[in-house]
């Protein structure tokens, strides 16, 4: 019977990288590997075929010999399928049988690194500010509630003293060996976790545990111009490791509170400045405090309602970033609700000598070109 070319087994193309092949593959072997499909004939040979195939094409030069020759030229070196294993071919397979022994065994294979050291968790902090700490900055400090490594076992569990003992099931490698197929496959032993060691006498500071809850007092330098949603990392500040490894980072995440007067748009800051009729009409000029100082801001006369001002360089910082944003300052018109007699009699003069206003306004040339289109 011809064997199927080995690249349609695999499902890539004939320029497969690499990377193509070693994923292809592993998502055969997950699929066919006998301990997922006990007693199915079909997926055995399937296995073995995907085996065959990874074993030519990962190799350089049996792939190139196999793309001029075919098959007739990898006869006796195809790997498992074509009658044996071959041993330099096996640091590939490890790697990808690595996953594999892990998903059915909770093992590793054979030379992997024994009780693989973990680096801590990761924590979240959320720190709510004042809108005038984002804009200037400011030093804060922080009280951080954290699982630390124990200072009196080092983490270990167990009195310093005669608190541990050989692992009776492994004898203290930390893993155990057995035969899966044509592989030999160390297991992390289950009973020490791959330690090599148990707990005899558990630490009586953290009670067996490696770890002891403890609140870290922290200063934290806020820089200007954050916004809300803002991450600030703080390295090694975060969980302790399990098993000897660093420590993980602590996210510090920020909200910013709104201000009464100013609203943020990314790095320009926006006000409302509520002038009178008189000083719409005859112009004046008005103070404002800013996030710097004082600032004068002249009104022309004549402004209208809704006219926006901006006042260059007022804005926020950017973060780590040369420049800052502007100032915005809208202008409203307040129309008083109640006059004195005196104010009326004031107004009514000054009606008289205004043009009349009423009815619809002409249109302007640009809607009248419009409304040829329409």
Do not use: W
């Not at 998903?103 to 979240?124: K, P």
């Not at 569990?157 to 899966?180: K, N």
């Not at 009586?204 to 002891?212: L, M, T």
């Not at 500040?237 to 909200?255: F, R």
Request: proline fraction near 6%.
């Amino acid at each position: 019977m011809a064997k199927a070319d080995y690249y349609e087994v695999l499902g890539v193309s004939r320029d497969a990288d690499e990377q193509s092949l070693k994923s292809a593959y592993r998502k055969l072997a997950m699929k066919y590997h006998p301990d997922r499909n006990p007693g199915d004939r079909t997926a055995e040979e399937k296995f073995k075929e995907a085996a065959e195939a990874y074993s030519v094409l990962s190799d350089p030069q049996k792939r190139a010999s196999y793309d001029r020759f075919g098959h007739a030229g990898v006869q006796g070196a195809a790997g498992p399928g074509a009658g044996g294993f071959d041993p330099s071919a096996f640091g590939d397979f490890q790697d990808i049988f690595g996953d594999l022994f892990e998903s059915f065994f909770g093992g590793r294979a054979a030379g992997a690194s024994r009780n693989r050291v973990r680096r801590g968790e990761d924590l979240r902090y959320d720190l709510e500010i004042d809108f005038e700490d984002a804009i200037r900055g400011k030093q804060v400090e922080l009280a951080i509630p954290r699982m630390a490594t124990c200072r009196a076992c080092e983490g270990s569990g167990a009195e310093r003293i005669d608190g541990l003992t050989v692992c009776p099931s492994c004898r203290g490698r930390g893993e155990v060996l057995f035969s899966q197929g044509f592989l030999s496959v160390r297991q992390t032993c289950s009973t020490c976790g791959g330690r090599g060691q148990i707990i005899r006498r558990p630490c009586r500071q953290c009670q067996g545990q490696g770890f002891v809850r403890e609140t870290r007092q922290l200063k934290l330098t806020i820089p200007p111009g954050v916004d809300t949603g803002t991450n600030m990392r703080l390295s090694g500040e975060g969980q302790a490791s399990p098993n000897g490894g660093p420590p993980g980072d602590l996210y510090v995440v920020l909200k910013v509170r709104d201000h009464p007067v100013f609203e943020r748009r990314e790095q320009d800051l926006h006000c409302t400045l509520p002038i009178s009729v008189a000083q719409a009409a005859l112009g004046a000029e008005i103070e404002i405090e800013t996030f710097d100082g004082i600032e004068r801001l002249r009104i022309p006369e004549g402004t209208q309602p809704g006219t926006q001002f901006r006042i260059r360089g007022k804005g926020v910082m950017r973060v780590n970033a040369p420049g800052r944003g502007d100032l915005y300052v809208h202008i409203e018109v307040r129309i008083p609700q109640k006059l004195t007699k005196e104010q009326r009699r004031l107004f009514e003069q000054l009606a008289n000598t205004l043009p009349a206003e009423g009815g619809p306004r002409e249109k302007g040339l640009f809607e009248k070109v419009l409304d040829l289109f329409n």
